[in-house]
């Protein structure tokens, strides 16, 4: 049989107009999802490091300066994992709390408005928070300052996207608070976050047997 | 400075109008789409089979593209299409009937492509990228000699693979896409979505299909 010979011109058509060089922000961001999940298989597979390079690609790809990550625990509780822009003590205070499935169901503590399929934004003068939990900040004395303009992002707002798994059950969500420029974040941002978010969860629930956090 | 109440009624209408949940672009669509198809088929409970149907049925809807199909890697290493939609029943019988090995994803004599990204091949009309007898798997076998008018139409023949590996890099399976309603090439943007759905898909299937 004749060996099949490549039309050139064509590969060259081709190559230039799937270009990488060439993307557009939307695609690249797309693209860096891909990399993540990539990325994410061929790691060691724990869930720690997983949530730790969620948190990087985060910061790499969006404005927020606080990302906090909580996942679901053995006892079916919630506890914060993977933490980034918090100050020791807030932290600390952090990694100390405990939300049952019940807490994330109780939207009289903790008020939020929803802003996407599964994200909601608590705003600050709603103090969406337990008493005691103002240590979680990490400027807890700015909290209830006034607002000088309504697309301030405040010390006290946060944003939490949700992790579902099967069934919509909640297996944890994202955290987000103080972006660069102290504003509200885009409708862009939040859209890419609630992709990413879902691609996480795809990610934490086909961790291989035996992974741990 | 706005008081309390003022500033929580501002905020709620600032969030209301910048955030709301109706979806705004083309984009924003497809991003819908795909975490929906993500929270349905994120399901141990759910068969191979099924996932694979949802898939192909989601990208067929989303997509501008009238063939769609997923291939898997069977435990005895040979990639069989397991789904196809957009083919006529003769086609589709042909295409459950072909066999190919790992080499055969590599063999650029018997099926040259077009490396577009590193998990991504097109595979041109004019290349001939079939064996003696895989024509009947295309739709309308007699338009496979078409001349491409402009570099830019998508002809009778030309078809997109993207691939999705395992957590040992090894492919797994890939998705096939032909046949752009249009008749043009598709967008880089579409590309993209679909190296992710590749991407997801892989990391959904790897611990279900040996390595």
Redesign the interface.
């Known amino acids: 049989m004749a060996k099949k010979t490549k039309d050139y011109n064509q590969e060259r058509f081709l190559l230039a107009l799937y270009s990488q060089a060439n993307r557009t922000p939307r695609e690249e961001s797309i693209n860096e999802i891909r990399k993540f999940v990539e990325k994410c298989m061929k790691l060691d597979a724990q869930r720690k490091t997983v949530l730790d390079e969620a948190i990087r690609t985060i910061l790499r790809m969006t404005e927020f300066k606080e990302i906090a990550i909580s996942a679901k625990d053995i006892d079916g509780n919630f506890r914060f994992l993977a933490m980034s822009g918090f100050k020791k003590e807030a932290e600390a205070a952090m990694r100390a709390i405990v939300y049952t499935p019940a807490d994330l169901m109780d939207h009289i503590t903790f008020p939020a408005h929803r802003i996407g399929m599964v994200s909601e934004y608590c705003i600050s003068e709603m103090n969406p928070y337990k008493p005691g939990e103002e240590a979680t900040y990490n400027e807890p004395q700015l909290i209830g300052k006034p607002r000088s303009a309504p697309d301030d992002m405040m010390e006290g707002d946060y944003i939490d996207i949700y992790m579902d798994g099967p069934d919509k059950r909640h297996i944890g969500w994202i955290e987000l608070s103080q972006t660069k420029t102290g504003k509200l974040p885009s409708r862009e941002t939040i859209v890419w976050l609630e992709l990413f978010v879902s691609c996480l969860s795809i990610i934490l629930l086909n961790l291989p047997a035996g992974a741990s956090a | 400075?706005?008081?309390?109440l003022s500033?929580?009624t501002?905020?709620?209408?600032?969030?209301?109008e910048?955030?709301s949940?109706v979806s705004?672009d083309e984009?924003?669509n497809l991003?819908?789409a795909?975490?929906s198809l993500?929270?349905r088929i994120?399901?141990?409970?759910k068969t191979t089979q099924s996932i694979l149907d949802e898939t192909m049925r989601m990208i067929h809807r989303s997509f501008d593209f009238q063939y769609i199909s997923i291939l898997l890697r069977d435990n005895d290493g040979i990639y069989r299409y397991k789904v196809a939609t957009g083919v006529s029943d003769i086609s589709k019988k042909t295409l459950l009937s072909i066999c190919l090995s790992e080499a055969d994803l590599l063999d650029q004599?018997?099926y040259?492509s077009?490396s577009?990204?590193n998990i991504?091949k097109?595979f041109?009309s004019?290349?001939?990228?079939y064996r003696?007898g895989e024509e009947m798997a295309f739709s309308r076998p007699k338009m496979l000699s078409r001349i491409?008018e402009s570099?830019?139409d998508m002809l009778e023949g030309d078809f997109i693979e993207f691939f999705f590996?395992?957590?040992s890099?090894k492919i797994i399976g890939f998705i096939e896409a032909a046949d752009s309603r249009n008749g043009k090439?598709p967008k880089?943007?579409t590309?993209?979505?679909l190296?992710?759905i590749a991407?997801?898909l892989?990391?959904?299937l790897?611990?279900r299909l040996e390595g």
Do not use: V
Request: some cysteine; charged content about 35%.
């Open positions: 400075m706005l008081g309390k500033a929580i501002a905020m709620e209408k600032i969030l209301r910048r955030y949940p705004r984009e924003e991003s819908d795909i975490e993500l929270a994120n399901d141990r409970r004599s018997t040259p077009t577009i990204s991504t097109f041109m004019e290349n001939e990228p003696p491409r570099p830019d590996r395992n957590r890099n090439l880089r943007g590309i993209i979505w190296e992710l991407t997801l892989g990391a959904i790897c611990d």
